[in-house]
T-cell receptor
């Protein structure tokens, strides 16, 4: 069974440009999450989809970030316009139907974003 | 607010030595979950273990063992007879138990280097 896959694995863009990251969760997982780790900091939660709906987007840093999950399958995370402080690793993760918050969350390899 | 502290930023040991990675957490919840993830050089976050707050039994999986102590709010991870392949960054994480939601709070990570 395929794990969580992310594309691109690495991206270098100039400040002010747009980047779109894609995530394909494990098949059958309704829950999809985005996390990121900027340099020297902890991995931090960005948002959580349940199917196509945003369950929790409290971690999104500002309105330059837009996440979508049309059809409840794959998800995209767009950064527009990108700023230098957006550089870091963006992780996507997925899990099966949630009970009382204790499901195992499976992560992808991350998309490494460098803004220059 | 929830918080996870991994005080050891980097650890370096010689192969076959035992090594313990510390994790201390803070939460006001009575029900919560604790996780360990491994991030090898490939970048993917690999799930190692999930433990709920009501289960204080220590767990052993091969050379890996985990010591959960609620009295000290710690969830330490020990690798016995370490091997070079154990070299990675290890993350401890915490999530609260909320129906239909899950948000992981990560520690800063511990970079473990096993030298031959």
């Amino acid at each position: 069974e395929a794990g969580v896959t992310q594309f691109p694995s690495h991206s270098v863009i100039e400040k002010g440009q747009t980047v779109t990251l894609r995530c394909d969760p494990i098949s059958g997982h309704d829950n999809l999450y985005w996390y990121r780790r900027v340099m020297g900091k902890e991995i931090k939660f960005l948002l959580h989809f349940v199917k196509e709906s945003k369950q929790d987007e409290s971690g999104m840093p500002n309105n330059r970030f837009l996440a979508e999950r049309t059809g409840g399958t794959y998800s995209t995370l767009k950064v527009q316009p990108a700023e230098l402080e957006d550089s870091g690793v963006y992780f996507c993760a997925s899990s099966q139907e949630l009970g009382l918050g204790g499901n195992t969350i499976y992560f992808g390899e991350g998309s490494w974003l460098t803004v220059v | 607010a929830q918080k996870v502290t991994q005080a050891q930023t980097e650890i370096s040991v010689v192969e076959k030595e035992d090594v313990t990675l510390d994790c201390v957490y803070e939460t006001r919840d009575t029900t919560y979950y604790l996780f360990w993830y491994k991030q090898p050089p490939s970048g993917e976050l690999v799930f190692l273990i999930r433990r709920n707050s009501f289960d204080e039994q220590n767990e052993i999986s091969g050379r890996y063992s985990w010591n959960f102590q609620k009295s000290t709010s710690s969830f330490n991870f020990t690798i016995t007879a370490s091997q070079v392949v154990d070299s990675a960054v290890y993350f401890c994480a915490l999530s609260e138990a909320v129906q239909g939601a899950q948000k992981l709070v990560f520690g800063q990570g511990t970079r473990l280097t096993i030298n031959p």
